[in-house]
Structure formats: structure tokens, C-alpha cells
């Protein structure tokens, strides 16, 4: 070093432990990092294999009740994110629990949820005063704020995935929660089928005081989305990176059915293969049906189903099917990022 250097690096060492008892840093030394000529996300694509973890899913049912762990769910954690409770770096998965005559009492939050039904058709949710059975695959949603419990009349574990904003609202220091009233169960005044009756068949109230921030349909049910895939299936000039794929939508504005949580299904007809892809937003994927594989740069991900995997920000990918259709559930922060001008994508591999 020159002596010129070496004298302005000393001045500048001692500069920095001047204005640090200030609470001041010079940015210059931080720049690179803070402001990223391309996303560079410390998320790593991970799969969670089924098979491998519904035993130990089951296994939480021995360990705790509902009532002592008020939800029992296993947080997939990414391994980029270690002691995060994140799946990517804006929200949070888990796998929850809901066992035969078990409820997971009443409470309120400002995250948003979804749950994307694995396992199970004898659980239900009621949110806000209607209550819905929720069946494998369909797609459940809990707005900001709503008072939201859980319950299984059947007899037999239902296992759904949790979908929440919650790294997003922590990043905002926006989280209040609340138990409802002497934890007692909220009053049913609306019959189940109510809100799709009146969201969900191409109607909508005359005078509408509903709060479209989020969908007023909160359970998207399965056999419906299905249906629909198959018939536009019929019709269908497969997009080259995402086969037929559909945001859950909020019928009052067309708008993604969360404020913050963008919802997708898709269908890959048999033996398709992908071509690359990339967006801002972290996905997390759940295979619903069929099998396939999806390439990550030179990882292979083989999935199956209730499989779910993550691929985080700007990571090139491309989806395959095997010889059947396949359908996949996908979520991720992109409602948020196009609200902001944030999101971007590239295809082709450009
Ligand atoms: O079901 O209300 O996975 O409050 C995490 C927090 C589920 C829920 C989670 C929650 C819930």
C-alpha cells in the first residue's frame, strides 16, 4: 500500500469509529450489497418430499394437542434462511395438523393465510362467520384480520400447507394477533355455500360494502378448479414455460385473491418440457397431481405428489411432466411485487 493509501485507509478507520458512536456508517462500504445490480437471494431451491415427512407429520400429533400448541404445524424452513421460520425471504410455509375431533381455536392476525389442502376431506375452517369443509386441493384463504378456526369432524388426520405473509408483516413491524373471546368458538351467521353463492357465480350484491382487498370467496374448491382445467385444456395453446397456468383471482377486481400472496394453478400436459423461466418472486410449488421433474440449473427436482419445492428469486428453471398430466399448486410474494412495480421475469433463458 502507498503511503498515501495507507494514510487515508488509517483516516478513514478512525472516521468510522467516530460516527459510530453515532449511530452513523458510511454507506460506501455497503453499497454492493444493499443495492444489487440483480437479485442475489440467500433462498436455495429445496424439495420436501411427502413420503419422507408425513410420518414425522403425524408424528407431531403424538406430541402436542392442538390446544397446547394452538396450531400444530412443522415450518418447512429453508436451509438458506436457517432460524428464519421462512420458506423464501418473504413468507413462510408450514404443514399442519389437524387430527379426527380436534379444533384449533379461534384467533385473529394481520398476516394473510392459505392453505392448500393435502390430505383429508372431514376438515374444516370457518372464517368470519361461515364455515367451509376443505377438501384435498382446494385452496382456503384467511384475509388480514379475520377471526379464523380450525376443526376435524371426520375420522381420519387432515394435513394441509400454510401459506403466510408472516416475514413480510415482521419486516413491517405490523403483526398484532388476538384470541377470540374466552377462546370460545365464533357464531356461524352465514350458511356454508354462502359467499361462493354470492361471489362465485358471476353475481355480486347490488350494494357492496365488501372489502376487496381480499377475495370474498375464501374457499376455491378443487373439483371446480379442475373442471375448469380440463375444459380450457381442450382449447389450450400451451404457454412454452408454464404449460396452462391460472391465478386464483378475487372476482370483484380481477385483482390476485390475497393483497400480498399471489396463488397460481397449473396443468403440464403429459410429457411436456418446459422451457427456462425466471421472476422475482420466490415460488413455492406443490405437485397436486401426476409427476415430473423440474431443472435448476444442474439439479434435477423429482416430484410427486403433495411434493412441495422452492425456487427462489431470478433462478432459472424449466418444469417437465412424465407421462401423464400433471397439476401444480404454486404461491408466492408476486400480488405485493407487481403492487410496487417491483416484479420482473425472463424466459428463454435471455
Ligand atoms: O392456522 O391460523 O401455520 O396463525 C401459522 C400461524 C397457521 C393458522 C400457521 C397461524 C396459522
Partial sequence: MSETNYSSSYKRTSFYKQIEKKSLTPLWEVMQDLVLPKPSSPCIPKIWKYDDIRKDILEAGDIISTEEAERRVLILENPGLLGTSRITRSLYAGMQLILPGETARNHRHTQTALRFVLEGSSAYT???????????????????WGWHEHGNDGDH????????????????????AEPYEDNTNQPLPKPEGDSIARYGSGLAPVDNPFDTLTSPIFNYSYSETRDALEKMKRNEKWDACHGLKMKYANPLTGDYAMP????????????????????????????????????????????????????????QHSHNSYNSDAVIFSFSDRAIQQKCGLWRENRYGN
Fill in 126 to 144: 370457518t372464517v368470519d362467520g361461515e364455515r367451509t369443509t376443505m377438501k384435498r386441493g382446494d385452496l382456503v384463504i384467511t384475509p388480514s
Fill in 157 to 176: 388426520p387432515t394435513i394441509w400447507l400454510d401459506g403466510l405473509d408472516i416475514p413480510l408483516v415482521q419486516f413491517l413491524d405490523a403483526s398484532f
Fill in 260 to 315: 400480498t400472496i399471489a396463488a397460481f394453478i397449473q396443468l403440464l400436459p403429459s410429457g411436456f418440457m418446459g422451457q427456462k423461466y425466471r421472476s422475482t418472486d420466490s415460488t413455492v410449488f406443490v405437485c397436486v397431481e401426476g409427476e415430473g421433474k423440474t431443472i435448476v440449473n444442474d439439479l434435477e427436482i423429482n416430484w410427486t405428489k403433495n411434493d412441495t419445492f422452492v425456487i427462489p428469486s431470478w433462478v
